[in-house]
């Protein structure tokens, strides 16, 4: 390096979510065929992400990574991470109007562990109010990362 250059910005952490969603178990069905086309919405720290669908089963296996950023690592225990299930419109036989609710799952914060002691845990699914008909569980590995930024 020239004396005349500055040192390069030294590399700025940040904390990643991963959301490993992997399969479910045992959804009502909700299409009028007896089976759902199911897909999950991730909802953190202002940020959605969704899985693609998975064509009528009521047993989907899904394997899909949804990534966010953290923007304040120092807050993520206070964080809410919310999960829902909701059967896709556009797989049913034309006659659905809107995506139903399968169910949901909340976490906080502090239930986030490190990659390396992450495992797979099965939440059963819960209802949105008094009226929902849930029934079933979701198959989620949740951890955080650091990446070092260039």
């Given at each position: 390096?020239?004396?005349?250059?500055?040192?390069?910005?030294?590399?700025?952490?940040?904390?990643?979510l991963?959301?490993?969603?992997?399969?479910?178990?045992?959804?009502?069905?909700?299409?009028?065929?007896?089976?759902?086309?199911?897909?999950?919405?991730?909802?953190?720290?202002g940020?959605?992400?969704?899985?693609?669908?998975?064509?009528?089963?009521?047993?989907?296996?899904?394997?899909?990574?949804?990534?966010?950023?953290?923007?304040?690592?120092?807050?993520?225990?206070?964080?809410?991470?919310?999960?829902?299930?909701?059967?896709?419109?556009?797989?049913?036989?034309?006659?659905?109007r809107?995506?139903?609710?399968?169910?949901?799952?909340?976490?906080?914060?502090?239930?986030?562990?490190?990659?390396?002691?992450?495992?797979?845990?099965?939440f059963?699914?819960?209802?949105?109010s008094?009226?929902?008909?849930?029934?079933?569980?979701?198959?989620?590995?949740?951890y955080?990362?650091?990446?070092?930024?260039?």
């Open positions: 390096m020239a004396p005349d250059q500055p040192p390069p910005p030294p590399s700025k952490p940040i904390r990643k991963v959301i490993e969603v992997a399969d479910a178990r045992d959804l009502l069905p909700k299409d009028g065929l007896g089976s759902s086309s199911a897909y999950v919405v991730a909802d953190f720290d940020q959605k992400k969704r899985t693609s669908a998975i064509s009528r089963s009521l047993n989907p296996v899904c394997n899909e990574t949804l990534e966010f950023v953290v923007s304040d690592p120092s807050t993520m225990q206070y964080a809410e991470l919310e999960i829902e299930s909701f059967k896709d419109k556009h797989m049913s036989n034309g006659s659905a809107k995506n139903h609710f399968l169910g949901r799952v909340k976490l906080y914060g502090t239930q986030f562990a490190k990659r390396e002691n992450a495992g797979l845990i099965y059963q699914l819960e209802k949105k008094v009226f929902s008909w849930i029934r079933g569980e979701i198959g989620l590995r949740i955080y990362i650091m990446i070092l930024l260039k």
